[in-house]
């Protein structure tokens, strides 16, 4: 008898992130049930044998229907708010629902399961986790003093999975993600990320605005190498269970520096002058994380999984400005 391949549960299918790692995904030969408020693309090509399922999962039932006989339960749903960004205010009971809500009711669903081998879930969340320290380097180590509501919520969700791992309820790991950038063609959620927000301001003739000098360092990870690592971490879910692990790349980028060759690579694209780059004041709901500089040592990730993020920056960069490009293109015909 043929045995059947594993089951994966992506949670936010459409989304940046979920929709990069669907499409990682389908290059494999597994069953993968792609859940999303809205129908996610099955991607042209597709190996895998793909279930799309539409649901609210903050409704009653949805929870435990889109997870029901899954192997491995992949978590990257992300709260989409009315502004542009992903800041939440504080007290976002909204925000709270998607963001802590879904994996107490994931844990309360799988507490429910009475036979086979525990269910593997990976958790998608952010090195902003640890909040504001005085290292420019974070390898994991830190103690974690969250500082905005966006942060905090991501680790209440996270002490949730990783409670319920030691319970012996799950095999839970979470993956803790820096600043991602790039495009996603199958995606319904934009890339609200601070590169690809300056590549929309040059390519519509504006100046690239940042709020410091440009010398404040960050970790700049592309969607595809995040996805990948998701999926790697998919394959040694048991090692890494019980745990927190931080992704990037181990570089940390002058964000003045990475303007700059997002206005060149923009000038190249229109075949106009380059767009300024310029130092503006901060808004008033700017954080203290704005200012920090911060790189991310990922070596124990690496070594755990074999995983190495293996797009260069300009590669990287100049897809993620033709995608946005061909989009406005595509909006002003």
Same mark, same amino acid.
């Given at each position: ?17 979920? /929709? ?15 859940? /999303? &408020? ?13 279930? !799309?399922? =539409? ?11 889109? !997870?029901? +006989? ?16 992903? &800041?939440?205010? @504080?007290?976002? =009971? ?26 593997? !879930?990976?958790? %998608? ?12 380097? *974070? @390898?994991?180590?830190? /103690? ?21 791992? @030691? &319970?012996?309820? *799950?095999?839970? %790991? ?34 690239? =605005?940042?709020?410091?000098?440009? %010398? ?29 692990? *931080? ?17 060149? *690579?923009?000038?190249?694209? %229109? ?30 990730? &690496?070594?755990?999984? +074999? ?5 260069? $920056?300009?590669?990287? $960069? ?7 490009? @061909? ?7």
């Amino acid at each position: 008898m043929a045995v059947k391949p594993p089951l994966i549960t992506l949670l936010g299918a459409t989304g940046f992130l979920g /929709s990069a790692v669907l499409r990682e995904l389908a290059r494999r030969p597994v069953r993968i049930r792609a859940v /999303s &408020r809205r129908p996610a693309a099955v991607p042209a090509g597709a190996r895998a044998e793909v279930e !799309v399922r =539409t649901a609210d999962l903050t409704e009653p039932g949805e929870m435990a229907a889109a !997870v029901d +006989g899954a192997d491995i339960i992949m978590h990257t749903v992300l709260y989409s708010a009315a502004t542009s960004t992903w &800041r939440i205010e @504080d007290g976002d =009971t909204a925000a709270e629902r998607v963001n802590v809500g879904l994996i107490r009711d994931l844990v309360d669903v799988l507490a429910d399961k009475k036979d086979g081998p525990r269910t593997k !879930v990976l958790f %998608t969340g952010t090195v902003g986790q640890a909040g504001p320290c005085d290292k420019d380097v *974070l @390898d994991g180590t830190e /103690s974690d003093r969250p500082a905005g509501e966006y942060d905090r919520q991501k680790l209440a969700a996270e002490r949730l999975l990783l409670a319920a791992n @030691d &319970r012996g309820v *799950l095999l839970g %790991t979470s993956l803790r993600l820096p600043t991602l950038f790039g495009y996603g063609p199958d995606s319904v959620a934009r890339d609200r990320g601070v590169v690809s927000a300056m590549a929309r301001r040059a390519l519509a003739g504006e100046p690239i =605005t940042m709020w410091h000098d440009g %010398t404040v360092r960050r970790d700049l990870l592309y969607v595809e190498d995040v996805a990948r690592g998701i999926v790697a971490a998919a394959d040694h879910a048991e090692a890494l269970a019980g745990r927190h692990w *931080l992704l990037g790349t181990g570089v940390g980028r002058p964000l003045g520096g990475v303007f700059e060759e997002v206005a060149a *690579l923009v000038a190249e694209r %229109t075949g106009k002058s380059p767009v300024p780059v310029v130092s503006v004041e901060p808004p008033s709901h700017a954080e203290a994380g704005d200012f920090s500089s911060m790189t991310i040592d990922a070596s124990a990730f &690496r070594g755990a999984t +074999g995983w190495s993020p293996g797009t260069p $920056l300009t590669e990287a $960069l100049r897809s993620t400005v033709d995608f946005l490009a @061909d989009e406005t293109e595509r909006a002003q015909s």
